[in-house]
């Protein structure tokens, strides 16, 4: 079936620094991308979303990048804060109307 | 703002017990889900459904029951309880088929299976 690969597991970046983290997904009709955030101990609550209509997307700090020739998304982190620190996964709709998601990327903000 | 609510947020059970999960939502979404979550994955969908009364297979629906008797609550029962099925659960709801709109997710539920 289709597949999303999101890397890295762990990331670890001081504060003021930047922090991508990517996702390759396999079906060609993905429309619809989806970054949730998941703080230590809560839910997971939506972070940023873009159509394939779309190629960037921007806000809370962070910006998305979508390259539908790659079949690869990215959530770029231009400058961390402690805020930050959390579980971030991508989510990628398939053909069969159900989201794909990535396995997370725990991120820690270092002082 | 909009609310779903998980019960229980932690359970420990025996093997071949049975375990009911609740979720109920106050946002009038007509598609609720449940997802489980295991240490270094990303969320698989178990059930989900678009209508009270009727509920659809997911992805890993084996082992799993569901139940929507309304449209603000949806259950997760498993009859009989096994190792493998500790996990962390979490329901959610949407607008849309979940695919185009956004998700709201209850705070999980911690399953403990001994």
């Known amino acids: 079936g289709e597949q999303v690969e999101q890397r890295p597991p762990h990331l670890s970046v001081r504060e003021g620094d930047s922090a991508v983290i990517t996702c390759t997904y396999t079906?060609?009709?993905?429309?619809?991308f989806f970054w949730y955030k998941q703080e230590p101990g809560a839910s997971l609550q939506l972070l940023m979303k873009?159509?394939?209509s779309t190629e960037i997307n921007e806000g809370q700090g962070f910006t998305v990048l979508l390259n539908k020739k790659d079949k690869r998304l990215s959530l770029n982190l231009t400058a961390a804060h402690p805020g930050d620190s959390a579980a971030y996964f991508c989510?990628?709709?398939?053909?069969?109307?159900?989201?794909?998601w990535g396995s997370g990327t725990k991120l820690i903000i270092k002082p | 703002e909009a609310a779903v609510t998980q019960s229980p947020r932690s359970k420990v059970a025996v093997t071949g017990g049975k375990v009911t999960l609740s979720c109920h939502q106050t946002?009038?979404?007509?598609?609720m889900y449940w997802y489980r979550q295991d240490t270094g994955h990303g969320l698989r969908l178990i059930h989900y459904?678009?209508?009270?009364?009727?509920?659809e297979k997911g992805d890993i629906p084996d082992g799993y029951k569901a139940s929507r008797p309304s449209q603000e609550n949806f259950s997760l029962i498993l009859e009989l309880a096994s190792l493998s099925q500790t996990a962390v659960y979490f329901c959610?709801?949407?607008?849309?088929?979940?695919?185009?709109?956004?998700?709201?997710f209850g705070e999980g539920s911690k399953l403990t299976v001994l």
């Open positions: 959610a709801s949407s607008d849309g088929t979940g695919v185009t709109g956004q998700l709201y």
């Open positions: 946002n009038n979404h007509d598609y």
């Open positions: 459904s678009y209508v009270a009364d009727s509920t």
């Open positions: 079906d060609p009709n993905s429309y619809y």
């Open positions: 873009v159509f394939s």
């Open positions: 989510a990628v709709s398939a053909s069969n109307y159900q989201l794909i």
